[in-house]
């Protein structure tokens, strides 16, 4: 069973700030991972796609990593701004089984950056 | 281009009584999937229909059924609603089924059973 932990829960930066969300899975056998916003109350908004051959992708200030054989996963944010506050959470899809379309979710980080 | 548009936006039942919520996909995409969010967690996968099979369930009691119509969009059903059915829905799109594919997501219905 797939499970995907994003450490840490929440963070609070400065505006202006570089800063890195760590995502990890248990199940190396993945299509590709996912990075996704979510405002409150809202629905998803899809940041980074990174499919398993690639080892990063930019969009951006944005910057996402994949260590597949490592399990792990980040995203890194360049310059924070107010604007980035958010609940990013990662999402993979599951490689075994026939519910080839399943995204497992971590958890989220909750991200404040304050002016 | 229009993105996922799910309705209605939000809803309020009673225990017991169920609810139907409908989702359109982007045009073009043939792939649909419904995940639930209770406030502070990450989505659970409950259903995806591709072509209007069922691809893949999650576990999700029985009282949660889903179809997908020959336009692509669908429709979710929760009957026999319970105080722990309370959360976001989220209706996901994507051109096909399988893992490579990206998944574009709905504003999302927010049910609250009363």
């Known amino acids: 069973k797939q499970e995907v932990t994003q450490i840490p829960a929440a963070l609070s930066v400065p505006e202006g700030e570089n800063l890195v969300l760590n995502c990890s899975f248990t199940?190396?056998?993945?299509?590709?991972l996912q990075w996704f916003r979510q405002d409150p109350g809202k629905g998803l908004t899809s940041l980074l796609l990174i499919q398993s051959s690639q080892r990063e992708q930019t969009s951006g200030r944005l910057n996402a990593s994949l260590d597949k054989s490592s399990g792990r996963s980040t995203l890194y944010i360049a310059a924070s701004q107010p604007g980035d506050s958010a609940t990013y959470l990662c999402a993979v899809p599951y490689a075994g089984g026939t519910s080839y379309g399943k995204l497992t979710f971590g958890q989220g980080t909750i991200l404040t950056v304050h002016p | 281009d229009a993105g996922v548009t799910q309705s209605p936006t939000h809803l309020i039942k009673t225990r017991g009584q169920q609810v139907t919520l409908r989702c359109s996909p982007i045009s073009g995409h043939k792939s649909v999937s419904w995940y639930q969010q209770v406030l502070g967690q990450g989505p659970q996968f409950i259903f995806q229909y591709y072509e209007k099979e069922e691809r893949g369930r999650g576990n999700f009691p029985d009282r949660f059924s889903a179809r997908q119509f020959p336009n692509y969009s669908s429709e979710l059903n929760v009957n026999a609603l319970l105080l722990g059915d309370s959360a976001l829905y989220l209706c996901?799109?994507?051109?096909?089924w399988g893992g490579g594919y990206e998944q574009y997501s709905g504003p999302g219905t927010r049910l609250t059973v009363t």
């Open positions: 199940d190396s056998a993945i299509y590709n």
């Open positions: 996901a799109s994507s051109t096909a």
